[in-house]
T-cell receptor, first 112, second 114 residues
């Protein structure tokens, strides 16, 4: 039973560029959440997708956007990258009605 | 607003010692859930436990135990007879009744030395 998988594992971009991160949820899960974890800090909620719609959003600017596909996989897009966007981006999946979130290993984004 | 505080940023123990990781939370919700996750160097957050606000029974799972006290808004985690493999960053998190987002504390880095 595959867990949550994220790609790529590492990414290096320069300021102003755009990036797309991908997530495949755990088998049977229909809800995907994204978190940003800066070095030495706890993860911060970006948004959650369910039934291909953004259901809830944290305190992140519109430069952060996402998408969920019919197979429940998801993408996180960040436009106009800033140095401060350098972080570990974690994807978590869950089953609607069950609030335990299972996390992937993350994508480490470095913005130079 | 919800908040989780883990006052211990780093703890170092010698193998076989017992260690307690503290977690204090703030919420105005009457129904909420508390979680503990472990983050090894690989980066993946590993789910350890979930408790709801109506169940204050302490829980034990092998060497792990959790103490939930609503009166002090605390949800502490104890590892008995620690092992080197327990070395990781541990996060306490809160989920309120309004949504599905987890609010995390800043984490406690546990180092278990042989």
């Amino acid at each position: 039973d595959a867990g949550v998988t994220q790609s790529p594992t590492h990414l290096i971009k320069t300021r102003g560029q755009q990036v797309t991160l991908r997530c495949s949820p755990k088998s049977g899960h229909d809800t995907v959440s994204w978190y940003q974890q800066a070095l030495g800090q706890g993860p911060q909620f970006i948004f959650q997708y369910y039934e291909e719609e953004e259901r809830q959003r944290g305190n992140f600017p519109d430069r952060f956007s996402g998408h969920q596909f019919p197979n429940y996989s998801s993408e996180l897009n960040v436009n106009a990258l800033l140095l401060g966007d350098s972080a570990l981006y974690l994807c978590a999946s869950s089953l609607e009605g069950m609030n335990i979130q299972y996390f992937g290993a993350g994508t480490r984004l470095s913005v130079l | 607003a919800q908040k989780v505080t883990q006052a211990q940023t780093e703890i170092s123990v010698v193998e076989k010692e017992d260690v307690t990781l503290d977690c204090v939370y703030e919420t105005r919700d009457t129904t909420y859930y508390l979680f503990w996750y472990k983050q090894p160097p690989s980066g993946e957050l590993v789910f350890l436990i979930r408790r709801n606000s109506f169940d204050e029974q302490n829980e034990i799972s092998g060497r792990y135990s959790w103490n939930f006290q609503k009166s002090t808004s605390s949800f502490n985690f104890t590892i008995t007879a620690s092992q080197v493999v327990d070395s990781a960053v541990y996060f306490c998190a809160l989920m309120g009744n309004a949504g599905n987002m987890l609010t995390f504390g800043g984490g406690t880095r546990l180092m278990v030395k042989p």
